[in-house]
């Protein structure tokens, strides 16, 4: 990692900003999920904030495209989808990214290049992976992120992917979010090997294990990753990364001992950069403060946009089924 | 008018379409260095190269959602399936995704695709390698699923489903490839959701659709020495599903046989018997007979396997059954 003086202060800021704001939203979301204002599943990120915010920052969504899986609030708000929509999608309103057919698991903006939200574990990867087909047929310049948990790199899709992508040289970033737990199973009861990085190696691809409580580390990471893609070598990145919360709020995640959440707890990616940005004279606390009432403000006013929206017209119900 | 196949039908059509859009892609196993397992697309490869026709492993769940992913991005791709049997292994993409893209985005995505290949029973392939996928497919909506009979059909309604903004399963025959007819040089389309009246009558109508066509044609003409006129009509697109031209149809002769190779349970066919029992009830003469795949999994054995399908046999007892004779 860099020396934090090789960074423009506006980045570094940013960074913390939309950590924080992941953070807040879905505080605000699972508050609202207790009032029974949202329903179905809902799987926070929260923990994992540094992963998709040091990723994505990498990106201008004017040509580079970002495919996630059902836990995709952190992406889609890293990718700079409107709060209000996308809270609003949680609440089932007409004005949701999605018109509140999604939901939770299915944000999307075709504009903005969020290409998912997918429920099925895996499913997007060969998805993303046509992204890059695209990409490459058209000679753009862009590159793809897509995301998957330690639970989706045992489907077939993955490896099928990784082939694919390997085979016709496209500019495809895959990204697992190793958070420890495939819903109730550590991953290392069900898995083959522990550093999902090396997997990289049988498509002969680069693959790098990264800190994913550390945005920094894993901006720089991504930032690499992405050089390699665009270069016609696509590359697996392990994020080691821990949710905080249960898969999803159904679940009291009982499988896991309290001494090891402590123990990443005390990781916070979003309280450990902030110390190293006061540390480093780049925030104060009370800028620190400033920035989380913001963020704050944005969460409640997303609620109560979401309030206040309508519920879809009964004519909805046999829209958008075909083109 | 020439006379082709229907390969060489199908390959025009997918020939015209990469020739007018170039955002027409054709992807699957052999489709390209080997000219295709069926040899459907002999010489595309050579025309348009490697870029806009793609080898892939044999990775049907891959290679399939990439086609999506590719669709949902802008392309237009064709992905062939060597069969639909192997289709299965992707069905999770074709559903979940292809077909759902759409509705669960609020209707941002278009994911103009088309998944084509060989469908429906051969010849002593077994179980795993024979069997009609339709009904899988139609059961799903924000598909589109079309199979023709004719050559004719084959070339125009493949048209269509490459320039349609819905992922589209076009499905042909397995042995029907060399079958020959009719095609114009001029360009056509051929609409979806228009079934087609492959012959006239006024005694009863057989509604079919795909291969069964020729056995339900042969039926026909020996009907005719017994003095019995059939109408039949080829549905051409299961969905969407011309239900107009179905319910004209029997309200005119009061009788029905649908002849699907299909399995029988909860079936195109068993659809259609519902749709005409519930709309045409008043009209009919006699209840609706179903003459489809037994119920069973394909078999290798040649007098079991022919057993178990659709013949001219089953079809004249059924028509005699709706008359009453």
Known sequence: MKDLKNYDTKLLKDLL???????RFEEKAAQAYGLKKIGGFLHLYIGEEAVAVGSISNLDMTKDYVAAAYRDHGHALATGLDPNSLMAELYGKITGCSKGKGGSMHFFDYKKHFFGGNGIVGAQIPVATGIGLKIKYNKEDGVVLCYFGDGAIHQGAFHESLNLAKIWNLPVVYICENNHYGMGTDYRRVSAIDDFSIMADSYAMNGKQVNGMNVLEVYEATKEAIEIAKNGTPVLLEAKTYRFKGHSMSDPAKYRTKEELEKYKQKDP???FKELLKENNIISEEDFLEMDKQCKKIAKDAAKFAEESPEPDLDELYTDIYA | MPIITMREAIRQAMDEEMSRDENVILMGEEVAQYNGAYKVSQGLYDKYGEERV?????TESGFAGVGIGAAMAGLRPIVEFMTFNFALQAFDQIVNNAAKMRYMSGGQFKVPIVFRGPNGPAEYLASQHSQATQTFFAHVPGLKVVAPATPYDAKGLLKTAIRDDNPVIFLEGELMYSWEGEVPEEEYTIE?????????????TIITYSKPLKVVLESAKELEKDGIDVEVLDLRSIRPLDEETILNSVKKTNRCVIVDESWPFVSVASHIGWLISNKTFDYLDAPVELVTNEDVPM?????????????????????KKVLYI
């Open chain 2, 54 to 58: 793609i080898d892939t492993p044999i």
């Open chain 2, 299 to 319: 078999p290798y054995n040649h007098k079991l396997e022919l057993a178990a399908q659709p013949s001219v046999d089953k079809i004249i007892k059924a028509v």
């Open chain 2, 192 to 204: 979806f959701g228009k079934a087609d009246i492959k012959r006239e009558g006024k005694d009863v």
């Open chain 1, 17 to 23: 900003f939309k950590m924080l704001l992941i953070r």
């Open chain 1, 270 to 272: 979003i309280i450990s």
